[in-house]
């Protein structure tokens, strides 16, 4: 069975530091990528998805992902995190049969200190 | 425009008790999906309605029912509830069931069973 493995469980920078979420998925096929996010006392929401072409993209408030295909990898980054990104973190993957079912990691739970 | 909507956002049973969660969607979306959110674990996938008038399992079904009212509502029913069945309860909508299709989140159901 296809599994998403986000190593980092609990992130802490500062305010302005860089920032980067491991996604490692371990399906062989094609697939489809997304992050999601929740910020405290909110709803799950999309925060990026990759499908097709450029496997650079980029989502709301800044965020970016890259998918390496040899690397079986869509990491998140973003250059300079800032208190409001604290919130939880989940990379979902998808084998692109057509059909919505969608493998979540475990997430990861991110604080930025102002 | 609300969204999804989850009824209710906290319940405590005893084991054995049964109850049934609400969850309806306001965007015309055709699929819906039931999800557990267990620590470590990330999110997985109890059952999905892909159109009204279908079900399917999936990952997690057992000890769990669902109804598809009609297009806008999906309930998930514990028929006698378990302590292993302590979790939060997500519902989701997305416009089609296909594996590009972003899919939308209620605001959760913290369920515990004594």
């Known amino acids: 069975a296809q599994s998403v493995s986000q190593h980092n469980h609990h992130v802490i920078l500062s305010e302005a530091a860089s920032l980067e979420l491991g996604c490692n998925y371990s399906?062989?096929?094609?697939?489809?990528l997304f992050w999601y996010v929740q910020y405290p006392g909110q709803h799950l929401q999309l925060l990026l998805k990759y499908f097709s072409g450029d496997p650079l993209v980029k989502g709301i408030k800044g965020f970016e992902a890259e998918f390496i295909k040899s690397k079986f990898s869509f990491n998140l980054r973003k250059p300079s995190v800032q208190w409001s990104d604290t919130a939880e973190y989940f990379c979902?993957?998808?084998?692109?049969?057509?059909?919505?079912?969608?493998?979540f990691g475990t997430g990861t739970r991110l604080l930025v200190s102002p | 425009n609300a969204g999804v909507t989850q009824t209710p956002k906290f319940q405590v049973l005893k084991t054995g008790q049964s109850m049934t969660l609400q969850c309806a969607q306001d965007m015309n979306h055709n699929s819906m999906y039931w999800y557990r959110q267990d620590p470590g674990m990330g999110l997985r996938l109890i059952y999905y309605?892909?159109?009204?008038?279908?079900?399917d399992k999936g990952e997690v079904p057992n000890g769990y029912n669902v109804s598809r009212l009609n297009k806008r509502e999906f309930s998930l029913r514990l028929e006698s509830a378990a302590p292993s069945q302590t979790s939060v309860y997500f519902c989701?909508?997305?416009?089609?069931?296909?594996?590009?299709?972003?899919?939308?989140f209620g605001p959760g159901t913290r369920l515990t069973v004594l």
């Open positions: 989701a909508s997305s416009e089609l069931r296909l594996s590009t299709d972003t899919q939308y």
């Open positions: 979902a993957v998808n084998e692109d049969t057509g059909f919505q079912k969608l493998v």
């Open positions: 399906y062989g096929g094609t697939v489809n």
């Open positions: 309605s892909a159109s009204e008038g279908t079900t």
